[in-house]
């Protein structure tokens, strides 16, 4: 028996999600997490000193992955998220760090929690695309 989906609330992810001041709070809350917690010390590491460029990248891809406003692809074209982050070792325990941490993002700032599932499903599927290294 296929198991029937209730459907979303809101006509977009970005819209359910709150818009723009939520997305902001979530990338904030998701990179505050990262230079606070040990536990996402091989996450933090991959950044750099600095964090304000990624914070500013996150906000604007998230804003137009979710369905909202494209100020990423606006500014910086296509988001070729595969290849820009080639430059960068992504194995397992980054990419597991980094889903871990944008789901306490979510689940401090707030995320539905249905959106919050859904939205993890997607950035797991994404984070592990982005992978080149098998460890």
């Known amino acids: 028996m296929q198991q029937i989906e209730e459907p979303a609330p ?45 914070r500013e990248k996150l906000f604007m891809f998230l804003c137009g992955w979710l369905g909202g406003p494209d100020y990423y692809v606006q500014k910086h074209g296509h988001p070729m998220l595969r290849a820009r982050h080639l430059p960068f070792a992504i194995g ?13 993002a979510m689940g401090e700032v707030g995320v539905d929690p249905q959106l919050r599932a859904r939205l993890h499903d ?10 080149n290294k098998n460890v």
Not at 23 to 29: F, I, K, N, S, T
Request: proline share 3%.
């Open 10 to 54: 809101a006509a977009t992810p970005f819209s359910w999600i709150g818009g723009e001041p939520q997305v902001r709070a979530l990338v904030d809350r998701f990179y505050d997490l990262m230079d606070l917690e040990s536990g996402y010390a091989a996450l933090r590491a991959a950044h750099g000193t600095d964090l304000a460029n990624a």
């Open 92 to 104: 397992i325990q980054e990419r597991n760090q980094w889903v871990q941490c944008m789901d306490q």
């Open 122 to 131: 997607s950035f797991m599927n994404t984070a592990d695309w982005m992978r």
